[in-house]
T-cell receptor, first 110, second 114 residues
Framework: AQSVTQLDSQVPVFEEAPVELRCNYS??????LFWYVQYPNQGLQLLLK??????LVKGINGFEAEFNKSQTSFHLRKPSVHISDTAEYFC????????FGAGTRLTVKP | NAGVTQTPKFRILKIGQSMTLQCTQD?????MYWYRQDPGMGLKLIYY???????DKGEVPNGYNVSRSTTEDFPLRLELAAPSQTSVYFC?????????????FGSGTRLTVV
């Protein structure tokens, strides 16, 4: 069965600094990969997804992620974060249904 | 606005009570899902449905029941509420299987069982 591991539960960073949120997955077959963002007291919003093709995927709000099949990773990056990026971020993988990681809380400090 | 609507947003239940969490979507999505979110645990799939009349268990189905009589609605029922069911519940829908088009999530129902 597929599973997802988010390697950092919390990531504090200063405004305008770069950030990387790490995600590893395990699956014996090809899967789809996603990053979602959850702002306080809201549902999840899709940031970006990898289905096939180019391994570098660009999403909303300036985020991007790179699919690395050999390392079974799908890390999320942003070159310069804003205060408004403070939220919880979830990596997810689908085969028959969607499985989520435990989440990474990104806190952007002024 | 099109999307997934969940009601109620908040609810406090006493142990042993029952309730139904409502979920409706107006995007004509075939697939619908119920997740629960607990701190530090991510989202766990409770039940899902691939179309009207068809439902199946997810990772954590015990203590819950679902039905899917229409494409639009996918209610989640708690028969005998327990403190372990205190959580935030999210309903989601998708057009196709495997989430290739991504899931659309509702805004959640925060349930407390006391």
């Amino acid at each position: 069965a597929q599973s997802v591991t988010q390697l950092d539960s919390q990531v504090p960073v200063f405004e305008e600094a770069p950030v990387e949120l790490r995600c590893n997955y395990s699956s014996s077959v090809s899967v789809y990969l996603f990053w979602y963002v959850q702002y306080p007291n809201q549902g999840l919003q899709l940031l970006l997804k990898y289905l096939s093709g180019s391994t570098l995927v660009k999403g909303i709000n300036g985020f991007e992620a790179e699919f690395n099949k050999s390392q079974t990773s799908f890390h999320l990056r942003k070159p310069s974060v804003h205060i408004s990026d403070t939220a919880e971020y979830f990596c997810a993988v689908t085969l028959n249904d969607m499985r989520f990681g435990a989440g990474t809380r990104l806190t952007v400090k002024p | 606005n099109a999307g997934v609507t969940q009601t109620p947003k908040f609810r406090i239940l006493k142990i042993g009570q029952s309730m139904t969490l409502q979920c409706t979507q107006d995007m004509n999505h075939n697939y619908m899902y119920w997740y629960r979110q607990d701190p530090g645990m991510g989202l766990k799939l409770i039940y899902y449905s691939v179309g009207a009349g068809i439902t199946d268990k997810g990772e954590v189905p015990n203590g819950y029941n679902v039905s899917r009589s229409t494409t639009e609605d996918f209610p989640l029922r708690l028969e005998l509420a327990a403190p372990s069911q205190t959580s935030v519940y999210f309903c989601a829908s998708s057009y196709r299987d495997k989430g290739g088009y991504g899931y659309t999530f509702g805004s959640g129902t925060r349930l407390t069982v006391v």
